[in-house]
């Protein structure tokens, strides 16, 4: 009997190859919603046939198991990269493409190029790679949950060492996202240069 990774996450990475594409890249995002803080992408190229046990979307699992993933991953993939695109960037171009930026930006990074690039979603960047949209890829495809989880953990990280410089507004608990508790600080103390201005526009009555 096969098991769900053998049958499900595996399958269009088994697609891709059956179609000539032997170095398959998933690339996903994480923080698009929040209102502080950068947008993180990820490209994760995974040894063919590779299955990690409890690889999954990342917003599925819980911090303690990102991190223990992101770890196997890290020793076990045949390349990847992890960028991010500045909250200037997202409020001169809006988030759609400060995310293409990051996309793009974790492939180019890449110490291997790939034949075919697997994006989570329904859009993706120009990448002037063979590339295929797969909704819900994070939930389907082990190369795309690979990035999803390498994306997050990243973010993560990132935002928990921002609450050291911006301590009013706890971002080591929501990560920038617009929690009750975040919306009160920005409007008791004020945007920081984190803040995504555009997405402030209705808490600050502009």
Not at 24 to 37: H, I, M, N, Q, S
Not at 98 to 108: C, E, I, L, N
Not at 125 to 152: C, E, M, N, Q, Y
Not at 167 to 192: D, F, Q, S
Request: charged fraction near 30%; aromatic fraction near 8%.
């Amino acid at each position: 009997m096969k098991t769900k990774i053998e049958k499900d996450w595996l399958l269009y990475e088994k697609e891709s190859r059956n179609n000539g594409y032997n170095v398959v890249c998933g690339v996903d995002e994480a923080g698009r919603g929040p209102l502080a803080g950068p947008v993180f992408a990820a490209a994760v190229i995974l040894p063919q046939g590779l299955a990690i046990e409890g690889i999954d979307d990342s917003k599925k699992l819980s911090e303690k198991k990102r991190e223990a993933l992101y770890d196997e991953i890290k020793s076990l993939a045949l390349a990847f990269n992890v960028a991010f695109a500045t909250e200037k960037e997202i409020d001169e171009v809006n988030i759609l493409n400060a995310t293409f930026f990051a996309m793009k930006r974790a492939v180019d990074g890449l110490s291997l190029w790939p034949d075919l690039v697997l994006v989570d979603g329904n859009r993706a960047p120009d990448l002037r790679l063979p590339t295929k949209t797969i909704v819900k890829g994070d939930s389907l495809s082990a190369s795309i949950a690979a990035a999803s989880i390498f994306a997050k953990v990243e973010r993560d990280r990132l935002m928990k060492k921002l609450s050291e410089k911006y301590p009013n507004y706890g971002l080591e608990k929501h990560k920038g996202y617009g929690t009750k508790m975040h919306v009160e600080a920005i409007k008791r103390y004020g945007p920081a240069e984190i803040h995504r201005k555009s997405f402030l526009k209705k808490i600050l009555g502009e």
